[in-house]
DNA sequence: ACAAAAGTGTTTGGAATACACCCATGC
DNA sequence: GCATGGGTGTATTCCAAACACTTTTGT
């Protein structure tokens, strides 16, 4: 412990924010953990976070915790809950509110982080026991996730460019937890025109070559301006 | 200043809540504003908000101040935003965030609350320029009403019952800030299944009687269980 | 009588759904 | 040749949208 330099009137609660990163593996949807290394809970696995600093926004310290952690700068990212139970983690004789956010990144572009700490990437269906109150921040985030996909496309953020159809498919499939008719969702999704179907096709093992699409942002723009939602 | 008792190895922002509070007069969606008495801001308008106890959930400042200035204990109040611009309010030499909610009254209910401070509603379109970054808040409060709106019939907070439909619909139309068809508005409110017609009716000044309604809130809990979006 | 607002039902077009067959590839 | 998954179109159903007239009451 340091020396006590800052003093107030009344007691201040610790702020942090912690940022749940999303990814796809092309058949579920992924969170990035890290393992602690320090107590309390040290060994098991958390989000990335930390304290806020005092001269940052909370959307930076989520941004720094997401390029810590993956090298990404600019993933989609979105505060979703402020999580201040008094008891939900007490250090340093203050209790600790931490604003959460979700990103939603490209596995594929991800790095290991320069952060020593050790990540790794959990199907939702096999996430740990998490720290402190995180097992209920994942909740939240998935519920936030699956409500803000209604109102824009944020899908197409997990997926890398040129995608197909069937991966698109499986990505709104993993993020809401349902199965489409392939014909339906292909129509359905072409008529929104917020996509690009490219000249080429890729070669899948074992199957038929599949068309490649891009994400189209400028249409996107445009239907989101005359406001729109994306009926599943 | 009282003496600086709490001491920390690291700054500590302060951390406050503020509540928006709607309410409807029949026409148009209000908000309730207090006229701040203290510096900074001394003379203007803001939202009701205070200091968050150490020992309280932001959930509960956010309904404590809520009953300081309606009398209201069980209002549905909804957290929707945490802001955190280091420039946006610095008092006592830390810096303030606040965990912001918004609250759904019905305007009839509200007593002048025990608060002191001068309390008053204010049409949406007549909102004057307010405190510190308040006029963001409600920008953002707003805006996640309206979304919101779209899964649960949040609505029904705002009026008392029984209501016509009349009244229900004019509701929508100031959230929305759209216009509907009477009789489609009618036909879909009605087929949710969530209204219970009453035997009465009631006698409008000029008008004809108009039939009289109340929420059903069993019916509406087994339609979000399935899971349904309200369409508009 | 007339102005103001309430109640009511039908038609039409578009979107969502359900559904089945052929194709290309790798083994 | 067969198993796997990819691509494609149509028929039906349902929901949303557009639309006008009659009733009641107060002035």
Known sequence: MGELKY????????????????????????????????????????????????????????????????????????????FTDPQRDIRDGARVITIAYYALVKKSEVMGGDDAAKAQW?????????????????REATHALRRQIHFEPIGFELLPEPFTMTELQRLYEAILN?????????????????LNQLEETRLMPNKKEAFLYTFNPENYSELKEKGFRLEF
Chains 1, 2 share one sequence.
Not at 14 to 20: A, H, L, R
Not at 122 to 138: C, E, G, N, T, W
Not at 178 to 194: A, E, H, P, T, Y
Request: glycine share 8%; charged share 25%; hydrophobic share 40%.
């Open 122 to 138: 959990f199907p939702l269906d096999k996430v740990p026991s998490l720290a402190f109150d995180h097992d209920k921040i994942l």
């Open 7 to 82: 003093h107030y009137e009344y007691p201040h609660p610790c702020v942090t924010t912690d940022c749940v990163i999303f990814g796809f593996d092309g058949t579920r949807l992924n969170v990035l953990l890290i393992e602690r290394g320090v107590e309390p809970f040290k060994g098991q696995w958390a989000f990335p976070g930390g304290f806020l600093k005092m001269a940052e926004t909370a959307l930076e310290g989520a941004k720094r915790e997401l390029f810590e952690e993956t090298g990404l700068k600019d993933a989609y990212i979105q505060q979703f809950h402020t």
């Open 178 to 194: 349902v199965k489409f008719d392939r014909r339906n969702f292909c129509n359905k999704m072409l008529k929104l025109g917020i």
